[in-house]
């Protein structure tokens, strides 16, 4: 068990995938720049979502980039922002890349979607995963960021992500700390969405669970380098 895990930490798994998903196959935006992406994105009714949602959440970060973090969708506090990762859960996020000693620098972070899906229950607005139409159509924007980008590494957090860059047939439980090469796009590191440990009930459950996020996360730097 200890040789396993001291082997897990050295380097991640690395195989070929037969498929890409819709963000490396499917047509794109093309614009010269990030910032000309997000003012072109903010339009943007491809899909029904951007009827509830307060606004688009564009992706953030370096222009030189070197791995794109890849969420689901932004959540209620991101919404209200207008940036990616800015709640509860990305504080997980920031937290674990830290443990795991990733330089947040090199980091760019995004989603596979960029309007917030959800249901109104009274004054609450519950989640709502996306569905693999919405997936596909905000592909268009998903693939121009990392055309604009082209990083060394991209990290799917979570089943949503996964299915963007890698299509289907990726169990995120069976594949999380390995790392895909698709025919065409970077080399895609699978794990999980950090706010699976927001769920996570119980102190040693917890506990394990954010030891098994951070070790994913240390894959970056042996696939990407720290600068
Ligand atoms: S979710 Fe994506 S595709 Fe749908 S309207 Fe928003 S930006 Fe456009």
Not at 49 to 64: N, Q, S, W
Request: charged content about 25%.
């Amino acid at each position: 068990m200890e040789a396993d895990s001291r082997i897990r930490s050295t380097a991640a798994r690395q195989s070929r995938h037969p498929a890409a998903g819709p963000a490396l196959t499917a047509d794109h935006a093309n614009a010269p720049s990030l910032a000309a992406l997000g003012e072109e994105a903010s339009g943007c009714k491809r899909c029904d979502l951007y009827r509830d949602a307060t606004r688009l959440v564009f992706g953030e970060g370096p222009r030189d980039a070197r791995v794109v973090l890849v969420g689901e969708q932004p959540g209620d506090r991101e919404d209200i922002a207008g940036r990616p990762f800015v709640g509860p859960a990305g504080r997980v996020l920031d937290e674990c890349l830290a443990e795991a000693g990733v330089d947040r620098n090199i980091c760019y972070v995004t989603n596979a979607v960029k309007h917030f899906k959800f249901t109104q229950r009274g004054k609450r607005r519950l989640h709502s995963r996306p569905n693999a139409g919405e997936v596909r159509a905000c592909a268009w924007w998903l693939g121009a960021e990392l055309d604009v980008l082209r990083p060394t590494l991209v990290v799917a957090l979570g089943a949503t992500a996964a299915y963007a860059l890698l299509g289907n047939g990726i169990k995120v439980t069976a594949a999380r700390g390995q790392v895909f090469v698709p025919p065409s796009g970077p080399p895609v590191l699978v794990t999980i969405h950090p706010s699976y440990l927001l769920r996570v009930r119980g102190h040693a459950d917890v506990a394990a669970a954010r030891d098994a996020f951070v070790e994913d996360l240390r894959h970056i730097a042996e696939h990407a380098g720290n600068p």
